[in-house]
């Protein structure tokens, strides 16, 4: 026995077992004890809820939303939201961290020491107060008569508001593809090897291909436009209101730039933690080979600072995605303040909390799953031999 | 800019004059100069921290020289990047560790320079590539990554890739120092073969028996100097410098 008890596997076992069936008993006691609470208050438990219409409003929503629709829809326009904002939020995050990485390796001192104060002032402050302060910045801008403009955009306490172009949503969703397609061209044209021409003269057909893409954009847009009215929809003052164009409230505003912010503080240390793992050895080969500052940054520096990155990064984003849950702070309707209106208005607390652990896990398992699969398609092959 | 200076024109191919380098204030070379022709081979040895890389390093611009002039192939290496880019497509280095790129197949790894720095056609760079890959005798390995070979075929494949620019001269940065034994040998045999067949070269190598078999002249540096230089013959066996004879005993293990 004693023997038995001195066996790692055994030890193992025994310890998962243990810990496994600790946290089943407390789950099995916190249902217990909820629907004996539950009970005395009255209140029925199930998901029978989610078919009853909420009678609430949202104040953010990609779909239409009324007080007359179901539970179940509104957690989906949560879930959407959080999902919208969340995308938004990373996108911003990884552009500024990478500016800010950047500047945190580049040679010029100055744009290293404005680089590290960036990441020592907005790592260092707790993202709520963060979210608070730009939530302050945005609803202390001036009334909608009085809003900064500029290049047609205004700032106002209400929003900003951005021209819009007046199109189908149809046409919208194709220009954008087509805009995507602009990006994504070059890039496919500079690797492909369907192509003869060296890599390095490709420069033309890349260009063609960009500008093909973007012609086909704007021709959709053309072709799209909605009857009797102008292209650009620009936002204008009307009475005591503003009409047209695209208004961002102030709560999708502030959270944006907030997770935009914080995270690409933490995202700068990442992208500097990749290109320092770079080894030196491989890039003064390629110097030796004759490339160009250029060339060594794309085909060399990045490619391989993408690799050190990307594991690191993915934990950050999960990270940042469950950040979006500050929308409760300043009243975004993100999934989180959706489940917590529903436990406020229904009493379904279990079950809603049930449905946001589930739904983020979701979220959060895919989007770990993705880099997973993107981490493995681009490991380098064999044993790295660190120089 | 390069042009006025091909490859084939007369002169040395490198000529170093009364070269200074300095780390901060450290200096790591000192007046140092060197005519090598073309065609010759050239083994630079001597004691650890002497400035054997730090020389070689400064004729391909991947450390700045802080005195005196550098011309290769009749082009002066200064601040000129025009000068800089046209030296480095005729100088080959080889690093002692490989320096491989890992995210890139060793064929990718030979073609990438000639298409982009000479801008050959797919097709012919990757039939130079093959050529060159046969030449190391690794023509098998071409679809595998570098961390799927040993250290001897990275270090033919690094070989290679240099190769595969065409480049003028070939600068050896201790090839065989990160090594096992039995794999020092397959490499070493390479080098001698391109030596035989005309490729200036300079070599940073502790293998004297390489020295003696290849080298025309032999460099012993100490101190950040070219303390002597001479024939192998005359190197291994009359030098009469004192600092010589005490490395060539530790090297040669007398
Ligand atoms: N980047 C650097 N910064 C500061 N000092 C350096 C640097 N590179 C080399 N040195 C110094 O310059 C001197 C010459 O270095 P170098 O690498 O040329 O020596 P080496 O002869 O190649 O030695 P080894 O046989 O160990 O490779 C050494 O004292 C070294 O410490
Ligand atoms: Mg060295």
New binding site residues.
Partial sequence: MVSLLRNQKVRNALLQILYVGSIAAMVLAGIVIARQNLAAQGITSGFDFLFKSTGWDLNFSLLPATANDPYWWYFLIGIINTLFLGTVGLTLATIVGTIVGLARTSSNELARLLGRTYVDIFRNIPLILQVFFWYAVITHLPTPRAAHEGWGFLLTSRGLYIPFPNVSSAALAAATLAVIAAIALPIWLGRTSRLSLPVGQRGGIQLAGTAAALACAAIILVAGRLADSPLLDFPALQGLNLRGGLRIPPEFATLAIAIAIYGGSYIAEIVRGGFKAVGKGQVEAALSLGLGPWRVFMLVRLPLALRAMLPILANQYVWLMKATTMGIAVGFTDFFMIVALTINHSGQTIEAIGILMAGFLVINLSLAAIFNRINKAIALKGNQLRA | MISGNSPRSSGPAVLIENLDKY??T?Q?LRKVSLSVDRGERIVVC?P????????IRCINRLEQHNGGRITVLGTELNDDVGNIDGIRREVGMVFQHFNLFPHMTVLENCMLAPMIVRKVPRADAEATARRYLEKVRIPEQAMKYPGQLSGGQQQRVAIARALCMQPEIMLFD?PTSALDPEMIAEVLDVIVTLASEGMTMIC?THEMGFARRVADRVIF?DG?EIVEQAPPDEFFTSSRNERTRQFLSQVLGH
């Fill in positions: 780390y901060g450290f790591a001597g650890s921290g002497s400035g054997k890389s730090t020389m201790e940073v540096m950040g």
